[in-house]
């Protein structure tokens, strides 16, 4: 993989910071909801793929940001 950019880092590690802090939002709002007794089970399962996709997505970053070294 090609090294990157000053610039490339920085936007991906700002991408990655706003992924974890919705992940962390998304799951405080899907306790809420199931705590309250009132929860739409589609609208909780939606919220939950949604959360496994940033999931990913922050694996993806994490692992272009810093890489496995094989030593």
Known sequence: MLPLTKEQEAALGLELATKRQEHADLDVAIRTLMDSGYANQMLIQRMKK??????DRIVQL???LLPDIIA
């Open 50 to 55: 949604r959360k496994l996709a940033l999931k």
């Open 62 to 64: 994490e692992n272009i």
